[in-house]
Nanobody, 130 residues
Framework: EVQLVESGGGLVQVGGSLRLSCAVS????????IGWFRQAPGKEREGVSC????????YYGDSVKGRFTIAIDNAKNTVYLQMNNLEPEDTAVYYC???????????????????????WGKGTLVTVSS
């Protein structure tokens, strides 16, 4: 059974930084895709970033480009989301997600849609205060 557990959220001031973690169990990240999504109060969930461990390719939503960085630590089977220069608009619950075993979610054409992402963590709350 694949499980994803997010951590690292918290309260930070505008301009600050946080690093979120997505610990994955039940599958190794050697050939897998992980996406980060977020949902702000009263808004629909949106794609933040996506990474393919096969070739290391990364993708970002327009609102976070240049501020967020996604990375994989294969030794720890964990995906990180480094968030810098945080803004109040980044306040949201952040989720990581992955596809069903044996199925492919290609970031290059699928992200930021959620179709094909079957495993989701419970989320971690990020609050950016002004």
């Amino acid at each position: 059974e694949v499980q994803l557990v997010e951590s690292g959220g918290g309260l930070v001031q505008v301009g600050g930084s946080l690093r979120l973690s997505c610990a994955v169990s039940g599958i190794t990240l050697d050939d897998y895709t992980i996406g980060w999504f977020r949902q702000a109060p009263g808004k629909e969930r949106e794609g933040v970033s996506c990474i393919s461990s096969t070739d290391g390719s990364t993708y970002y939503g327009d609102s976070v480009k240049g501020r967020f960085t996604i990375a994989i630590d294969n030794a720890k089977n964990t995906v990180y989301l480094q968030m810098n220069n945080l803004e109040p608009e980044d306040t949201a619950v952040y989720y990581c997600a992955g596809p069903m075993l044996g199925l492919n979610y290609d970031c290059s054409y699928a992200f930021p849609t959620e179709y094909g992402l079957d495993y989701w963590g419970k989320g971690t709350l990020v609050t950016v205060s002004s």
